[in-house]
């Protein structure tokens, strides 16, 4: 049995991770999610449905591979920043519940009840994290609704903890749960005096990893020189005032499409593209079509799309938990009636972007910041997270390639749900699953009551760019594995 540490035990957000909780508001709601489908499999029993004791069981023995999910936030006295602590509390029942869509529900009401959870902001004082078992998705299915929040993982990061509760292999066997107690919370004296030694200590030990490899170290400094100055002119760079970019309010709607993979990379290879090269061309020519549709738009060539990436170095692999990431902004060229050429403008852009600094001088401003100041790095990007440097938010994240189980369930299809940020009304997140690429659209529920113009439009970009492409054979259409978007939300 777990014997209690008599020793506090606590550990700081990094900047990145504060500042995820800097920008949340009332309206700004910074968990990330999605909506999975699963065939229920050996989970399903005849008389009482899905076996969500057994499901409460197995979560429950996986929680030892990932610790934060049963922390919450305390802030140290004066400086209010968060660290990490142990909830004495923790209760797995609130956070994996049960429901279930009412009798003839469909796709459209998955997507209603997911908007409705995902409008809901988590709660501070609890671990940051939410799961919803959903019946009455089709004979012999389950949804999964999740939301956990940005200061803990990034999309990345969602993959590895998808390593952690699914299962390459459909088994169904339950491991014995690791014994666990809560450590003591740290008394404020101790925080306070953490929060006054933490930045010399963090300056002494980056300068001794800088003069442990003092070329890498060079290198690295010439490189972040430059990235600032790119970082600083991308952030001076208003994006241009359309119909996606106004106040938002606490409500969500999401839609969703699947995408057969094969046919994205039929159309990379022909033009000499990448998978995410592609994602966004078809992406700008969706949003043209959507916007030019509006009458109070027209195309506008400095349309902004922020575009995580991802940091980790292979060494850094299996590190999943918290952000790990640079925002870059890439111009996406709706003003370009062309598929073709819309491409080809997309692939220069984003061949300029890697070439750019501006991730390594993200990650060594963070750096300076934890050295000096570490909350004003979240003031100060709260503070650019509600200006208007982009127009929509998109992210493509790498999935299984191979089949992945919960318990024996399949997992069917996945779609994801990205935050919004202040004056943007739209976030689209694209996810890969086995051979077929999940779109994810998550808009405020006012300002586009017709956001599933725009995931036809997606389709209808796609189907334009394959007919410009010149296949060896025809690309058959990905399994009906699940319904994607059958109707609007």
Not at 415 to 425: D, E, K, M, R, T
Request: aromatic content about 6%; charged content about 25%; proline content about 9%.
């Amino acid at each position: 049995m777990a014997q209690p540490n008599p020793h506090p035990s606590f550990e700081r957000l990094s900047p990145l991770d504060a500042s995820m909780l800097a920008i949340e508001d009332h309206a700004v709601h910074m968990h990330m999610g999605g909506v999975t489908v699963f065939d229920a499999g050996p989970l399903w029993r005849p008389d009482t449905g899905l076996d969500i004791a057994r499901v409460r069981d197995y979560v429950a023995s996986r929680l030892h591979h990932i610790p934060r999910y049963r922390q919450r936030l305390a802030f140290t006295p004066v400086e209010r920043y968060p660290v990490w602590v142990d909830d004495p509390h923790f209760n797995l029942h609130y956070h994996v519940r049960h429901t279930s869509l009412p009798k003839a529900a469909g796709v459209r009401e998955l997507k209603r009840l997911a908007g409705r959870i995902l409008s809901q902001r988590l709660d501070r004082g609890k671990p940051l994290w939410e799961m919803w078992f959903v019946e009455g998705c089709g004979e012999g299915r389950f949804a999964l609704i999740t939301k956990i929040h940005h200061c803990m993982v990034d999309g990345m990061g969602g993959v590895e903890l998808l390593r952690h509760l699914m299962s390459p292999e459909p088994t169904a066997e339950l491991e014995p749960r690791a014994p666990w107690i809560a450590q003591p919370a740290p008394r404020p004296a101790r925080l306070l005096a953490d929060s006054l030694l933490h930045p010399s200590a963090t300056l002494l030990r980056d300068a001794w990893d800088t003069l442990s490899a003092p070329r890498e170290a060079l290198q690295t400094l010439r490189d972040v020189g430059g990235g600032v100055l790119d970082a600083v002119r991308a952030n001076l760079r208003a994006a241009p005032e359309t119909p996606l970019n106004h106040p938002i309010g606490p409500h969500r709607r999401l839609d969703w499409l699947c995408m057969d993979l094969d046919a994205v990379k039929q159309v990379r290879r022909e033009f000499g593209a990448t998978v995410n090269d592609v994602v966004l061309a078809v992406t700008a020519g969706a949003l043209r079509r959507f916007l030019s549709a509006r009458r109070d738009w027209t195309p506008a060539a400095d349309f902004l799309a922020m575009v995580p990436v991802d940091l980790r170095s292979d060494s850094a692999a299996g590190r999943g938990m918290g952000n790990q990431v640079s925002m870059l902004v890439a111009p996406l060229p709706v003003d370009v009636a062309d598929p073709v050429a819309r491409l080809e403008r997309v692939v220069e852009a984003t061949g300029a972007l890697k070439s750019s600094r501006t991730s390594h001088a993200t990650r060594a401003l963070e750096k300076l910041f934890d050295w000096t100041l570490p909350g004003a790095y979240g003031a100060l990007l709260s503070r650019g997270a509600r200006t208007r440097t982009h127009n929509v938010l998109v992210t493509n994240v790498r999935g299984p390639r191979e089949p992945v189980y919960l318990l024996g369930a399949r997992q069917l299809d996945v779609y994801p749900a990205v935050p919004l940020f202040a004056n943007q009304s739209l976030a689209i997140g694209i996810f890969s699953y086995e051979n077929r690429l999940y779109w994810g659209f998550n808009s405020d529920w006012d300002t586009m009551p017709d956001l599933h113009d725009l995931v036809e439009d997606v389709e209808a970009e796609l189907e334009a760019l394959l007919r410009r492409s010149a296949p060896a054979q025809p690309i058959e259409p990905p399994p009906a594995v699940a319904a994607s978007s059958a109707g609007p939300s």
